[in-house]
């Protein structure tokens, strides 16, 4: 069975950090882009970041670019959220998801939501004092 799983999520006050984690289980991540997406309560899915499959190409969404950090390790076959100085509107549950889209150059567009093909089912992040 072919499955994505997220983990790491959590309650952190403002300005702490998470890292969250994706983890591929019944294929290998090594041929996939992966992004990471995030939904608040009410609000619509909104794109985080993605990665490419060597990990040389990757770019963050403009609401999070300097405190968060996307990575990869496809030894374990895992991608990485690194989440640094998290803010109260950082909350929502964050999904990963794969797709064989390939990523031109260093700081790539990154795929649509309906371009991926594997989503994890996700986890659960808040920031609040």
């Known amino acids: 069975q072919l499955q994505l799983v997220e983990s790491g999520g959590g309650l952190v006050q403002p300005g702490e950090s998470l890292r969250l984690s994706c983890t591929a289980s019944g294929f290998s991540l090594n041929s996939y882009t992966i992004g990471w997406f995030r939904q608040a309560p009410g609000k619509e899915r909104e794109g985080v970041g993605c990665?490419?499959?060597?990990?040389?190409?990757?770019n963050h969404a403009p609401s999070v670019k300097g405190r968060f950090t996307i990575d990869r390790d496809n030894a374990k076959n895992t991608v990485y959220l690194q989440m640094d100085s998290l803010k109260p509107e950082d909350t929502g549950v964050y999904y990963c998801?794969?797709?064989?889209?390939?990523?031109?150059?260093?700081?790539?567009?990154?795929?649509?939501?309906?371009?991926?093909?594997?989503w994890g089912q996700g986890t659960q992040v808040t920031v609040s004092s």
């Open positions: 990665i490419g499959n060597t990990g040389a190409s990757r």
């Open positions: 998801a794969a797709t064989t889209f390939v990523l031109l150059g260093p700081f790539p567009r990154c795929p649509m939501g309906d371009e991926y093909n594997f």
